[in-house]
């Protein structure tokens, strides 16, 4: 059954222009305390963070960040597929090349089994060292939600105090802030529980209430996001290689993000080995726009190997279909893709 991207006079929840600027036009509860926070000062009453966690990055990699109102020219960036087709590899490429171009960055995993943070080269030590996922901070999950991680029947809050989240705990490295997301380390506690609360309502401070440039990282689907955190977003791209596993997991994506009213979204071709693999995607996915045909390339390879990030030494050549996608990101696309 085909789906396509909703226009904003049509969604039942119409995108303001507010909401255009980062902001959502129905902000759902998760959001609210969120935009009462306007400092992203840490209080001095919190405590002191586990000691299995290492201490925060003591260097404030984005401080004082503008409302999105303040900086027009952030961008809110989701990128999605089925895992091991290139997330984060396409995730980290347009973090650094933003970077380069001075931007503000914060690329944010939000893949349990990601590494976003090896695509970016940081070297595994400091990974373990500094990279904690937010999910596995125990007191501050307590602390900000008011519940104990891992026990039933409680209460907790909803919409728990996340602003100086990403200025207490993103790690920065050549330019890119890097925040991991990580998940409850209980399986299947995709229900309500202290430690989803505070991702989701994190995410939600994350894509609409940050002036820098935000780069998610997701894992195949789109739990993180919800009907009014994805207003904030200005495009979802969902990579898929050549094969027919990455072309159903990339639609159902789509439908999914079609469904929460995702308007723009494209997809990346990744390893592509030439022309037939382009024209194989196309034709598995017609109707959504094609935002770049990423080729295999031996370097990107070498790089992913030997731990250094995934641009390091590619020249001019190598960097251009990242270049493209990068361009492809501002012109309009009305998306939609047939079962």
Request: with cysteine; charged share 20%; hydrophobic share 40%.
């Amino acid at each position: 059954m085909p789906v396509s991207r909703t226009p904003d006079n049509s969604s039942g929840h119409p995108r303001s222009a507010s909401a255009k600027r980062g902001q959502s036009a129905f902000p759902d509860p998760l959001s609210v305390s969120a935009k009462r926070e306007q400092s992203p000062i840490r209080d001095p009453q919190s405590p002191i963070p586990n000691p299995q966690s290492p201490i925060p990055n003591p260097q404030s990699p984005i401080p004082n960040p503008q409302s999105p109102i303040d900086n027009p020219h952030s961008l809110k960036l989701a990128i999605s597929g089925k895992g091991g087709v290139g997330k984060s590899t396409l995730a980290a490429a347009l973090a650094i090349l933003l970077a380069r171009r001075g931007g503000r960055v914060l690329a944010v995993d939000a893949d349990p089994d990601g590494s976003l943070a090896s695509c970016l080269g940081i070297p595994p030590a400091v990974q373990r060292e500094r990279i904690v996922p937010i999910a596995a901070r125990r007191a501050l999950i307590e602390e900000r939600t008011g519940a104990r991680v891992r026990e039933y029947g409680q209460m907790f809050t909803l919409n728990p105090r996340v602003s100086d989240i990403a200025d207490t705990y993103a790690y920065v490295h050549d330019g890119v802030a890097v925040l991991a997301l990580g998940a409850s380390a209980k399986g299947g506690a995709g229900c309500a529980c202290p430690e989803n609360a505070l991702l989701r309502a994190l995410v939600t401070n994350l894509v609409l209430e940050r002036g820098e440039t935000v780069i998610l990282d997701m894992e195949a689907g789109i739990e993180h996001l919800g009907r009014a955190t994805a207003s904030g977003v200005d495009t979802m791209l969902v990579v898929v290689e050549p094969g027919q596993r990455a072309v159903e997991s990339a639609r159902r994506v789509l439908t999914r993000a079609a469904d929460i009213g995702l308007r723009d979204i494209g997809i990346v071709v990744n390893k592509s080995e030439g022309p037939g693999d382009e024209e194989m995607v196309r034709a598995a996915l017609p109707g959504v726009a094609v935002c770049g045909v990423i080729p295999y390339t031996d370097a990107i390879r070498a790089n992913e190997r030997s731990g250094r990030g995934v641009l390091e030494g590619l020249g001019p050549d190598a960097l251009a279909p990242f270049e493209r996608v990068l361009e492809s990101i501002s012109v309009p696309r009305r998306t939609g893709v047939s079962a």
